[in-house]
């Protein structure tokens, strides 16, 4: 698609969407950084005391915290963060069905145990 062709549809690039203060680039740099950091120390699994999480399965490098999660594979990266408006409780149910409840919980800013009963009083 021509710019020229997308401007007569009205259609705008995503490079010009301004949709979110979170600022991707930075998400994504600063999980690398803990990414690079961490497996130079032979880490695969850490919580820190703020409740970010990060998670190596070797296929994967995971990095959540306070409605942010990194995900970096092989051959992509992707960035979860919770919608404006939107609470950690109105996310987990949807963070559930790709992640752990461990996972979950360092999105949502709590604990697992948490997460667990969240989902078992929803029952």
Known sequence: MSNDKDAENGLIPFSELNQ???NLGQAVQQANQ???????MGIVDAT???GTLYKNTGTSAI???NG???EQKQHTTTV??????????QAINEMMVNNTQEVTAAFANTSQPSISNFLNNKK
């Not at 990414?35 to 130079?40: M, R």
């Not at 979860?80 to 409780?89: A, I, M, Q, R, V």
């Open 80 to 89: 979860t963060f919770l919608n404006e408006g939107s609470t950690p409780d």
């Open 48 to 50: 820190f005391h703020t």
């Open 63 to 65: 990095v959540a915290g």
């Open 68 to 70: 942010l999660l990194v």
């Open 20 to 22: 979110t203060s979170v």
């Open 34 to 40: 803990m990414h690079n950091t961490l497996s130079q």
